[in-house]
């Protein structure tokens, strides 16, 4: 029963944190495999289950904004268009490695446990691609197969359903079809697991975490400021 909770999770927080699918880790607008660690500590509801509150949250802010700051020509190579993708993956990747540093000096290992747990959850499908996640599961080539045949099925049938790629895509009617079709297409993952993988996956993830996005997510203006962690 808490495994089939976990899984139905996993299905439902792909659609909050991931629209599309085929964006790489690191990517803008939550297709970076979810979120990554810096923007979901930041976030109301994830502090809230950490128990990240007032000094605490001040000293996550101030973690990353440092990282920022001493990483700000990676920072801007990550967010450059003009830059290959090799170089804004590559600058995407230090300033990852950065940020999971300064949360690891700020927050504890349960903290931190659990702040992985909820990332993992946010990755939905991705987390099968996830070079880390796939050694500790052990994927093999023919799951990495079936798994890579479900996923570009879901993207076709995303795209398909708002082929602009625009606001098509914030359609409340439209937005149910695409969970619906998220969580079809980790369930057809998940049925590609043998048990063991199952548990594994359990472990890694934790307990099913309801995610919610912070209102306006620090975007509009005259909002207060976080350090940016989309790029």
Do not use: H, W
Not at 83 to 91: C, D, N
Not at 92 to 118: S, Y
Not at 122 to 137: N, R, S, V
């Amino acid at each position: 029963m808490r495994l089939c909770k976990l899984f139905l999770a996993l299905g439902v927080l792909a659609l909050v944190s991931a629209p599309a699918l085929a964006q790489q880790p690191g990517g803008r607008g939550g297709g970076r495999g979810g979120a990554n660690l810096a923007t979901l500590a930041q976030n109301k509801s994830v502090q809230t289950e950490l128990k990240i509150e007032g000094d605490a949250a001040t000293k996550v802010a101030d973690a990353l904004k440092k990282v920022n700051e001493d990483l700000k020509d990676d920072v801007a190579k990550a967010r450059d268009q003009n830059a290959s993708q090799e170089e804004r993956a590559a600058a995407r990747k230090k300033v990852a490695e950065g940020q999971e540093k300064a949360l690891k000096e700020v927050l504890n290992e349960k903290q931190m446990t659990r702040l992985t747990q909820i990332r993992r959850q946010q990755q939905g499908l991705q987390i099968f691609t996830d070079p880390d996640a796939e050694k500790t599961l052990k994927i093999t080539d023919e799951q990495k197969t079936k798994i890579k045949e479900i996923s570009d099925g879901l993207r076709k049938e995303i795209t398909d359903l708002n082929p602009g790629g625009g606001g098509g895509g914030r359609n409340p009617e439209t937005l149910q079809k695409i969970q619906t079709l998220r969580k079809d297409a980790m369930s057809n993952a998940l049925k590609t697991l043998t048990d063991d993988q199952k548990k594994t996956l359990k472990d890694m993830t934790g307990e099913p975490f309801e995610y919610k996005p912070d209102a306006g997510a620090g975007r509009g203006r005259g909002q207060p400021a976080k350090p940016r962690t989309d790029f």
